[in-house]
């Protein structure tokens, strides 16, 4: 091999491991759930090429409200799971939908698109 050819092949490597850390090993910052004294805990998502946020922490046996605006056209993004809780909602472009639910039981639930291409995490304290 060439100089060269070492230097694209290592340049090519880098690069992977840069892409594959990025998207899914760095560390993702949280959102807390807005808490009312008396109301549920509002978490409004944004879904445009995945959930924003994507981690989500709440405190358990209260109720929970999310609202999802979905500002894409992406056949995958027109539903979203929540297979821990039997919950889902489908979303249509450019409206907010609002999912209720209450989590009990501590710990961390994944939520997802249908096809598991969008993903993220509900974490219950």
Do not use: H
Not at 7 to 32: D, E, N, Q, R, V
Request: hydrophobic share 40%.
């Amino acid at each position: 091999m060439t100089t060269a050819q070492i230097i694209i092949t290592l340049g090519g490597i880098a690069l992977s491991i840069f892409i594959a850390w990025f998207f899914w090993f760095a560390p993702k910052g949280k959102t807390l759930a807005a808490e009312s004294a008396t109301g549920p805990q509002e978490v409004a998502v944004t879904v445009k090429g995945g959930y924003t946020p994507d981690v989500i922490v709440v405190k358990s046996g209260r109720l929970l409200r999310l609202t999802f605006t979905r500002q894409e056209s992406s056949a995958c993004s027109e539903k979203v799971l929540f297979p821990d809780f039997n919950q889902s909602a489908l979303l249509p472009e450019g409206q907010e939908v609002t999912l209720e639910f209450t989590p009990e039981k501590p710990g961390e639930y994944g939520f997802q698109c249908q096809m598991g291409m969008l993903r993220g995490k509900l974490v219950v304290e």
